[in-house]
């Protein structure tokens, strides 16, 4: 198993520019998430899902949009981007059935906006 | 929505403990969770703690939450230089998306 991966690694973008990240999980899980990092600041929740074909906005919603087409996969978009969006994203599933509710993590992607 | 607060950095020797600490806002969490993260990597869980407990211990890792003073700690015995990550404090709910709130995160220096 991958378990949860994400594409690009890295990319730097100009302002105005949009971009689709991807992240795709092969455990079947339910629960999708995206988070965004900021020092000193800890992970906030941007948008996830909790299924196929739905979506939900998190703590910081503004200016991204997100698809949950297929179950695996849950992608993040930014379709004007800014340099305030500037940051490292990460994506996170886990199953909607967990005794302790852990949420599996992948390696993220660091993103520059100039 | 909740607030989870933690000391920016901790700095220990190798072999001595290290305590990492956690104060949150909200009581309502079901769940308290540690994660570690490596550079240049995402979180893993370390460790968690039902709400209705008041200490976890699993191998060299013990968990306190003190729920009338909203703090959680982490304590790493006999500290090694892989320990050396961030530590992130989290408190999730049931329900809703099971949604995480994470603290600011605790840089961890281990020093030979």
């Known amino acids: 198993n991958a378990g949860v991966t994400q594409t690009p690694k890295f990319r730097v973008l100009k302002t105005g520019q949009s971009m689709t990240l991807l992240c795709a999980q092969d455990?079947?899980?339910?629960?999708m998430y995206w988070y965004r990092q900021d020092p000193g600041m800890g992970l906030r929740l941007i948008h996830y899902?909790?299924?196929?074909?739905?979506?939900a906005k998190g703590e910081v919603p503004d200016g991204y949009n997100v698809s949950r087409l297929k179950k695996q996969n849950f992608l993040l978009g930014l379709e004007s981007a800014a340099p305030s969006q500037t940051s490292v994203y990460f994506c996170?599933?886990?199953?909607?059935?967990?005794?302790?509710?852990?949420?599996?993590f992948g390696p993220g992607t660091r993103l520059t906006v100039l | 929505g909740e607030d989870v607060e933690q000391s920016l950095f901790l700095s220990v020797r190798e072999g001595d403990s290290s305590v990492i600490n956690c104060t949150y806002t909200?009581?309502?969490?079901?769940?308290l969770y540690w994660y570690k993260q490596e550079p240049g990597a995402g979180l893993q869980l370390l460790t968690y703690?039902?709400?209705?407990?008041d200490m976890k211990q699993d191998q060299r890792l013990t968990v306190l939450l003190n729920k009338k003073d909203k703090h959680l700690s982490l304590r790493i015995a006999d500290t090694q230089t892989g320990d050396s990550a961030i530590y992130f404090c989290?408190?999730?709910?049931?329900?809703?998306?099971?949604?995480?709130?994470f603290g600011t995160g605790t840089q961890l220096k281990v020093e030979l």
């Open positions: 996170a599933s886990r199953p909607r059935l967990a005794v302790d509710n852990e949420q599996f």
């Open positions: 455990m079947n899980h339910e629960y």
């Open positions: 899902s909790v299924g196929e074909g739905t979506t």
């Open positions: 909200d009581s309502s969490s079901t769940y």
């Open positions: 703690i039902f709400s209705n407990m």
């Open positions: 989290a408190g999730g709910l049931t329900g809703g998306g099971n949604k995480l709130t």
